[in-house]
């Protein structure tokens, strides 16, 4: 192997030098083949030992725990490991619990709970906390609480119920335990870690370092809340994610009463998107794809018409967010260096088409003179005599023109300089050197 990739590397660096791979595109095909060749021989990583994987839920249930959520269960399928819930929160929106709920129990991964000592499981935080196969919880930590706001009968039931059906697979059916876990809802019951393991309801532990051991694991990977996850959490509160939406609304509304594309609607149809994604209506799949066709359309505005590159800029920074969106929202399994390699090279690729597309805009956009621009400050001959009040004719730029002074009479075979054209008639004075609409010298053309 070693031997066919030297003989290929040879061919490829070889072919490098002639005329049609000289360019920025061969240089680009280049390297993609290389990490190709390269990657035939290089075996891929392999994950050693039981890991597991800790997602931190250490503020509101909102949408931002389900970003850190999803990446975390993508993370625990990729490394065929189980998921920790590293809870401590006072709770939050049912919508945001319930798409927690969703994503974990969909994948299928084994999850445990764990409340530090001194945290809390409460509201929304204790109905995440019962799909642990265990719950773990620290000295003073507490779980429960979790009567909703407003608490009318059809939303009270519809926790009860929630509550119910988590707790049956988290205590195999033990109905005193779930009994308990309803009243967390109907009676807003809490359990101090002292009582919760005296009821078998939960298991002491004082650190991850010992729920690691209890679990019998060689490594925790922790996932965090990011920029992005923080961002998500501001737009999933009711207030911000209703002024959005109508801010979204009115600029597009903007955009159409304004001459000419402003990008009023994009950042308007932006802010929707988040807004309704933090709300977890819109889901991810359908606001990732959209930011990639936005982010591709600004991009396109960016290279086809003049600009600052604010929409080519902002284009570029919402493909990403599309592209990281798609990402962590996908469990691929551990990618293999051929996978990265070839990844690699397209993405170089893509980006110089884009760094092509960018620079043949700016060409594009490169405004030719017009005949008034071309015509002014050139030096011509006077063919007919003519005066202020009587045209004649001019030659300039290799054309005849009918033509006026603009103050004594000139002579034929006298040199002129045109100061003004309006429509096809040339407004010329006596010349000397050429001279552009600054008044400076003009270069002669060779």
Known sequence: MKAIYIALSYFILRGAKTSILRGSLGFSLILLASFVVISAITPAATPQGRVGVVAELTSTVDGGAVEVVSRAVNEAVSKSSVLILYVDSYGGYLAAADSIIKIVVESGVTTYVYIPPGGKAASAGALIALLGRKIFMGDASTIGAAQPIPSDEKTVNYVVGRFRSLAIIAFNNNETLVRIAEEFVTKNRVLSAAEAVALGFAEPANSLEEVKQRLGLDELVMVGYTVWDHVISVFSAPIVSSIALIIGIALIFVEFVQAGFQGYAIAGLVLMLISLYAMSIVPVSVFAVSLLIIGLILLLIEILTPGFGAFGVTGLILMLVGVYETITSESFGTPST????????????????IYVGYEAGK?????????????????????????????????????????????????????????EVKGLTLY???AGEPTDESGKPKPQES
């Open 338 to 353: 051929l996978t990265l390699a070839v990844a690699a090279g397209f993405a170089m690729l893509g980006g110089l088409i």
């Open 363 to 419: 060409a594009r956009r490169l405004k030719s003179k017009t005949l008034r621009e071309k015509l002014i400050g050139e030096v011509g001959v006077c063919k007919t005599r003519l005066t202020r009040d009587t045209p004649g004719v001019v030659y300039v730029l290799g054309e005849d023109w009918t033509a006026y002074s603009t103050d004594e009479a000139i002579e034929p075979g006298t040199k002129v300089r045109v100061v």
């Open 428 to 430: 010329v004075t006596k």
